[in-house]
Protein backbone atom coordinates (compact mmCIF):
# COMPACT_ATOMS: atom_id res chain seq x y z
CA UNK A 1 0.00 0.00 0.00
CA UNK A 2 3.20 2.35 -0.43
CA UNK A 3 4.38 3.63 -3.63
CA UNK A 4 7.29 5.60 -4.88
CA UNK A 5 6.72 7.82 -7.64
CA UNK A 6 9.69 9.29 -9.89
CA UNK A 7 9.44 12.69 -11.60
CA UNK A 8 12.02 15.16 -13.11
CA UNK A 9 13.64 13.09 -15.95
CA UNK A 10 13.91 13.86 -19.51
CA UNK A 11 16.74 15.12 -22.61
CA UNK A 12 19.53 17.17 -21.36
CA UNK A 13 22.84 18.06 -22.90
CA UNK A 14 26.07 16.90 -21.50
CA UNK A 15 27.32 20.11 -18.98
CA UNK A 16 23.64 20.34 -18.00
CA UNK A 17 21.46 19.54 -15.07
CA UNK A 18 18.40 17.78 -14.14
CA UNK A 19 16.90 17.44 -10.57
CA UNK A 20 14.67 14.57 -9.76
CA UNK A 21 12.23 13.67 -7.01
CA UNK A 22 10.82 10.86 -5.58
CA UNK A 23 7.91 11.05 -3.79
CA UNK A 24 6.43 8.26 -1.19
CA UNK A 25 3.29 7.76 -0.37
CA UNK A 26 0.69 5.46 1.53
CA UNK A 27 -0.05 3.85 4.90
CA UNK A 28 3.76 5.20 6.24
CA UNK A 29 4.77 5.03 9.68
CA UNK A 30 8.30 5.96 9.15
CA UNK A 31 10.81 5.82 6.39
CA UNK A 32 14.71 4.72 6.99
CA UNK A 33 17.38 5.59 4.19
CA UNK A 34 16.20 6.96 0.67
CA UNK A 35 18.55 6.11 -2.29
CA UNK A 36 18.80 6.37 -5.86
CA UNK A 37 20.10 3.75 -8.50
CA UNK A 38 20.33 3.32 -12.52
CA UNK A 39 20.51 1.33 -14.60
CA UNK A 40 21.98 1.75 -18.11
CA UNK A 41 20.44 -0.30 -21.32
CA UNK A 42 22.96 -3.82 -21.04
CA UNK A 43 24.13 -3.24 -17.74
CA UNK A 44 23.18 -4.08 -14.25
CA UNK A 45 21.18 -1.95 -11.34
CA UNK A 46 23.74 0.03 -9.72
CA UNK A 47 24.02 2.32 -6.96
CA UNK A 48 23.90 6.07 -7.68
CA UNK A 49 23.42 7.55 -3.79
CA UNK A 50 21.86 7.14 -0.33
CA UNK A 51 20.43 9.39 2.37
CA UNK A 52 20.15 7.99 5.73
CA UNK A 53 17.01 9.25 8.15
CA UNK A 54 20.03 11.11 10.13
CA UNK A 55 20.83 12.85 7.13
CA UNK A 56 24.10 11.54 6.48
CA UNK A 57 25.21 9.99 2.51
CA UNK A 58 26.57 8.27 0.50
CA UNK A 59 27.89 8.67 -3.65
CA UNK A 60 28.95 6.11 -5.78
CA UNK A 61 32.74 7.37 -7.14
CA UNK A 62 31.50 7.86 -11.01
CA UNK A 63 28.83 10.84 -9.41
CA UNK A 64 31.12 12.46 -6.49
CA UNK A 65 30.93 16.01 -6.79
CA UNK A 66 28.28 16.59 -8.84
CA UNK A 67 25.74 14.77 -7.97
CA UNK A 68 23.56 15.63 -4.39
CA UNK A 69 21.04 13.53 -2.83
CA UNK A 70 18.71 15.24 -0.09
CA UNK A 71 15.11 14.56 1.57
CA UNK A 72 12.13 16.42 2.78
CA UNK A 73 11.08 14.10 5.75
CA UNK A 74 8.16 16.18 6.05
CA UNK A 75 7.08 15.46 2.21
CA UNK A 76 8.69 11.80 2.76
CA UNK A 77 10.53 12.40 -0.45
CA UNK A 78 13.81 12.64 -1.92
CA UNK A 79 15.87 14.41 -4.48
CA UNK A 80 18.54 13.79 -6.05
CA UNK A 81 20.34 16.92 -7.88
CA UNK A 82 22.42 16.33 -11.20
CA UNK A 83 25.33 18.48 -12.35
CA UNK A 84 27.56 18.47 -15.44
CA UNK A 85 26.11 15.54 -16.78
CA UNK A 86 27.49 13.34 -18.99
CA UNK A 87 26.56 10.95 -21.65
CA UNK A 88 27.49 7.62 -19.31
CA UNK A 89 25.12 8.95 -16.79
CA UNK A 90 22.36 8.03 -19.47
CA UNK A 91 20.29 5.76 -17.46
CA UNK A 92 16.89 4.77 -15.66
CA UNK A 93 16.41 6.18 -12.68
CA UNK A 94 15.09 4.01 -9.42
CA UNK A 95 14.25 5.46 -6.11
CA UNK A 96 14.51 2.72 -3.56
CA UNK A 97 13.58 3.49 0.27
CA UNK A 98 13.24 1.77 3.30
CA UNK A 99 9.59 2.14 5.10
CA UNK A 100 8.02 0.64 8.22
CA UNK A 101 4.45 0.80 7.16
CA UNK A 102 1.06 1.31 9.46
CA UNK A 103 0.23 -2.07 9.35
CA UNK A 104 1.10 -3.98 13.04
CA UNK A 105 3.38 -7.00 12.60
CA UNK A 106 5.37 -5.85 9.55
CA UNK A 107 9.04 -4.89 9.65
CA UNK A 108 11.15 -2.43 7.14
CA UNK A 109 10.81 -3.36 3.85
CA UNK A 110 12.24 -2.20 0.70
CA UNK A 111 10.09 0.03 -2.04
CA UNK A 112 10.96 0.66 -5.38
CA UNK A 113 9.58 3.74 -7.80
CA UNK A 114 8.66 2.82 -11.49
CA UNK A 115 11.86 4.81 -12.73
CA UNK A 116 12.44 7.55 -14.58
CA UNK A 117 14.60 8.38 -17.88
CA UNK A 118 17.24 10.42 -18.22
CA UNK A 119 19.17 10.90 -21.53
CA UNK A 120 21.76 13.12 -21.66
CA UNK A 121 22.74 13.32 -25.70
CA UNK A 122 23.64 16.26 -27.52
Known amino acids: QVQLVESGGGLVQPGGSLRLSCAAS????????MGWYRQAPGKGRELVAIVGNGRSTNYADSVMGRFTISRDNAKNTVYLQMNSLKPEDTAVYYC????????????????WGQGTQVTVSS
Open 96 to 111: NALILTASQGVGEQAY
Open 26 to 33: GSIFSINA
